[in-house]
Structures are given as C-alpha cells and as structure tokens.
Nanobody, 128 residues
Framework: QVQLVQSGGGLVQAGGSLRLSCAPSGRTSSYYAMGWFRQAPGKDRAFVAAINLSGENTYYADSVKGRFTISRDNAKNTVYLQMNSLKPEDTAVYYC?????????????????????WGKGTLVTVSS
C-alpha cells in the first residue's frame, strides 16, 4: 500500500525556518499534483500550498505567500515545503497530500485544492 511519508517539522522560534519533505513509499511514478495542508488546534484542515507535475504551477494560501515555498524533485519523487519567517499562528499539524487528477490545475485555479492521498501529519510548533 502506498503511503506518503513525511519528515521535518518540530519546534522553532518565531522568525525561524523549517523544511518539510514528503515522498511516497511503494510508488515510483509521480503524482500529478502534490501539496501541503495544515490543521491548527480547534480548526479545520486548511490548504497551504500545492504544485503540479511540471512544477510550473504553484498555489499558495494568502496567509503563507511570500514566506513559504513549495517545490518538488520528480527524480526523487519528493515534495518540499520551505517555511521561512514562521509565526506562532503557523503552529499546526502539517499534512502532505497528493493526487493523480490531471485536471488539478483547472480546479486549483477556481480555489478547489482538494487531494486524494494523505500523509499522517507532522507537528510544527512556532514559539513566540
């Protein structure tokens, strides 16, 4: 069974940086789109960032634009989330996600960022 395996995360002070990584185990082909979502305590899971297969199209939540960067290495079948200038409000469990839907760009252009496969989540805590 394919699993999205996440690494990175942890505790960082406000203004600091962290990088999250995610790669599928048990699968060598690339997903069409991969991304990151997060769930803060007491809140619903929310979209953070996504990237399509070629890497030409990236999508970000307004709250992270200019601070977070999503990238992927298709040779390693890995997606990354570089998080800079972290704020306490970025504290959440971060989930890697992926989809084989090759219409993802059309949906994302309309704000429909949902994906089909999920990692188990990793906690990011930003202290003030």
């Amino acid at each position: 069974q394919v699993q999205l395996v996440q690494s990175g995360g942890g505790l960082v002070q406000a203004g600091g940086s962290l990088r999250l990584s995610c790669a599928p185990s048990g699968r060598t082909s690339s997903y069409y789109a991969m991304g990151w979502f997060r769930q803060a305590p007491g809140k619903d899971r929310a979209f953070v960032a996504a990237i399509n297969l070629s890497g030409e199209n990236t999508y970000y939540a307004d709250s992270v634009k200019g601070r977070f960067t999503i990238s992927r290495d298709n040779a390693k079948n890995t997606v990354y989330l570089q998080m800079n200038s972290l704020k306490p409000e970025d504290t959440a469990v971060y989930y890697c996600a992926a989809t084989d839907d090759n219409n993802y760009d059309r949906r994302a252009a309309l704000g429909a960022y949902g994906m089909d496969y999920w990692g188990k989540g990793t906690l990011v805590t930003v202290s003030s």
